[in-house]
């Protein structure tokens, strides 16, 4: 089952077309993470230009999230072997604020609540930090705006602190809001769809989509369901178990992991 | 008493009290060392040096072209301008009346370190707006040289309001002192909002003393931010005298490097359905150390009053330290009564989630203390004044440098600041819990 496909499927889809000596690349070589001396990731190879969307499952602790921070540059990390590269560029060594300067958005499966910062100033003092002070205000919040209302917020939400009392719909799609506002070129979102209803599922799914296309951005969605890839359409899924890539190839696959479940998976890989 | 009893009462109290009185403190109070009052010559009342009148005016000039604040009086060391309002008098503290001594709120016994700005204020200067009145000033204490010691009278008459900022600075080059006594008296149904903003430098040992009074209905609403100078010491008190009566006192503090400071305010419910409020908040880095000292009485008689302290405090660096103690006497039955206190370190997942979106450790830190601080900031009326403190905030959060006057800063952004902190709605939520 475990088929290294990635090479022949960017041969025969759109995003083919691209010219990728000219786009970005976001590498995974090798790599092994540790978590206080316990090996998470045990050498994963991925690779993702800009503009193609790729689909990360697996089971509860296989890792998935711990990549997900891995990339990010989380401090509580170790990365024990291999490399993290953009553009050929290894990143190890710059600090999560230069990875996100890079390009890099990690969106959190549990967004932490800050009191007291609110809403629209975090997106501006993040937006500022990436791209540069905000130049029209009155375009910034209009567009801050015109992003929450396609995303089906309610009014009102800018205006509460950071993440505070939002709902688990809420808190994902405010962070599909900042990934709209800070225009990545890599994100990685974490469970996007965890804690939303079937309605809100769809929303945030057509969000990513149009936000992906406006920007050309390259995807790593982890997901444990495949619900919200009804409305999605992934070029690459990649399924994960015990820190590794054991099956890999186009969305067909999502289709053999409805009928039997990651365990066929597992036992091939 | 007479002024030359109050000056001798005055010299002598300062000589023989403790620095700290208080049986409740007396374990947790900063000290001031030697090097800041040991060259003050109680033998004379001037203060120390010449009057520099082209420093203060450079230092004036200077706050009004960055901050966009003007002044109505400019207070230096042995200099006062002329007053830009017949509401405000400069008196020679000689020539005062002997009610006006006995009818002083902080008296030299109460505390050391009134004791000494009550023997070293020469001119003492009275606010006093008549009934209906209303009227807004800027003052600007600012220090060049070792010592500067000021007093301010406000008096405010039935159904008057008060708008009052007052801006302290320093660009003292040794190690100097910098004292300041408000008196506040709020009569029947009349209004103060008074605003400090300490921002004096790192050679300065800051001594804020401020005690108002308010009577039936009337309201004395306070912020006090501690930005500037090496050392602070704060004693502040209100006493609710008059049934309805309301006091909201919020204070913020950010420390930085090796500053200390010791901030103790007192909020007295004396009468019926009265209401007082304190919120103090402090944000601290380095090596900084604050003792937060809040304390709430409500007095016999006092029924169907409310009371709450707040205490909250963060820390950017585990080198720093905060006592927040909160604390309360209540000898009525029928009241509402709280405290709560609560300091914490800066979260490492909250650091991460705030660098997984571009922001470095400052740029981090900036939004942090925008958002610990800022229900605190926005609560003033004056806009100009929240930029211009939260200017001076971020520049010392970037630079450490406590005194600084930054140009107004672009990053600020008051569109909104997250949750409306407001101290009654807190009381309540935190009252039901009980």
Not at chain 1, 53 to 63: D, K, R, T, W
Not at chain 2, 102 to 128: G, Q, Y
Not at chain 2, 164 to 190: C, P, Y
Request: with cysteine.
């Amino acid at each position: 089952m475990k088929r290294m496909v990635r090479d022949c499927l960017r041969s025969t889809t759109s995003i083919d077309d691209v010219d990728l000596v000219d786009s970005m690349i976001l590498e995974i070589k090798n790599l092994h993470v540790c978590a206080e001396d316990k090996e998470i990731i045990k050498g994963i190879d991925l690779k993702i230009a800009d503009g193609e969307f790729h689909v990360l499952m697996g089971p509860n602790g296989s890792g998935k999230t711990t990549l997900g921070k891995a990339i990010m540059g989380y401090p509580k990390l170790k990365v024990t072997q291999g490399d993290i590269l953009v553009d050929g560029k290894s990143i190890l060594e710059l600090k999560t604020d230069e990875r996100a300067k890079l390009g890099i958005f990690l969106q959190f499966q549990n967004p932490v609540e800050i009191d007291g910062i609110g809403f629209v100033n975090f997106i501006n003092a993040s937006h500022g930090a990436i791209n540069g002070p905000t130049k029209d205000v009155k375009k910034f919040l209009s567009e801050i705006k015109e992003r929450s209302q396609r995303l089906h917020m309610k009014d009102g939400i800018q205006k509460r602190s950071l993440n505070q009392g939002f709902s688990g719909g809420e808190k994902k799609k405010a962070e599909i809001l900042q990934m709209g506002m800070l225009r990545p070129k890599f994100a990685i979102l974490d469970e996007p769809d965890s804690g939303l209803d079937i309605d809100a599922i769809k929303v945030v799914a057509e969000n990513v989509n149009e936000i992906a296309k406006e920007n050309g951005t390259g995807l790593l969605v982890i997901t444990h369901y495949s619900r919200i890839l009804n409305y999605m359409k992934p070029q690459f899924v990649h399924i994960m178990s015990s820190g590794k890539i054991i099956a890999e190839g186009d969305s067909s696959i999502i289709k053999t992991l409805e009928e039997k479940g990651y365990e066929a998976f597992v036992n091939e890989g | 008493m007479e002024y030359n009893d109050f000056l001798s009462d005055a010299k002598g109290n300062y000589k023989k009290l403790p620095e700290e009185k208080s049986e409740l403190y007396k374990k947790n109070y900063i000290h001031i060392p030697e090097e800041y009052v040991e060259f003050i010559d109680f033998e004379s009342n001037a203060n120390y040096g010449a009057s520099d009148e082209f420093a203060i005016r450079s230092y004036e000039k200077g706050v009004a072209e960055r901050m966009g604040i003007r002044f109505d009086l400019v207070v230096g060391s042995n200099f006062v301008s002329v007053p830009k309002n017949m509401h405000i008098e400069i008196l020679e503290a000689g020539s005062m009346e002997k009610e006006f001594f006995d009818n002083k709120l902080f008296k030299s016994v109460d505390d050391k370190f009134a004791a000494l700005i009550n023997a070293k204020t020469e001119k003492i200067i009275r606010i006093k707006l008549g009934e209906g009145e209303k009227e807004n000033f800027n003052i600007m204490f600012v220090n060049t040289s070792r010592q500067l010691f000021s007093q301010v009278i406000c008096e405010v008459a039935e159904g008057a309001e008060l708008n009052l900022f007052e801006w302290h600075g320093s660009d003292a080059q040794r190690s100097s002192v910098q004292g300041i006594i408000n008196e506040t008296k709020i009569e029947e149904m009349a209004k103060m909002n008074l605003v400090v903003l300490h921002n004096e430098n790192e050679n300065t040992a800051v001594l804020d003393m401020h005690r108002g009074t308010v009577k039936s209905h009337g309201s004395l609403v306070q912020h006090f931010a501690y930005i500037g100078g090496r050392i602070t010491r704060a004693r502040g008190s209100v006493d609710l005298n008059g049934s309805g009566a309301h006091t909201d006192n919020a204070e913020i503090v950010l420390g930085t490097l090796d500053q200390k400071m010791d901030i103790c305010t007192d909020i007295v419910n004396a009468a019926k359905g009265s209401l007082a409020l304190l919120d103090s908040k402090a944000v601290l880095s380095d090596t900084s150390r604050c003792i937060l000292k809040g304390f709430a009485s409500i007095k016999d008689g006092a029924i169907a009053s409310r009371s709450f302290v707040h205490e909250r405090g963060l820390l950017l660096d585990n080198t720093a330290k905060i006592d927040s103690i909160p604390g309360m006497s209540v000898d009525e039955y029928d009241v509402k009564a709280t405290h709560s206190s609560a300091t914490a370190p800066i979260d490492e997942e909250s650091l991460f989630y705030l660098s997984s979106r571009g922001m470095n450790k400052t740029q981090a830190n900036l939004l942090l203390v925008d958002g610990f601080l800022g229900s605190n900031i926005t609560k003033i009326k004056d806009t100009r004044l929240v930029y211009a403190i939260s200017s001076i905030l971020h520049d010392k959060v970037i630079n450490k440098k406590c005194g600084i006057v930054p140009e107004l800063s672009k990053e600020i952004m008051l569109i909104e600041t997250g949750n409306e902190e407001d101290g009654e709605r807190l009381l309540e939520e935190h009252y039901k819990y009980r």
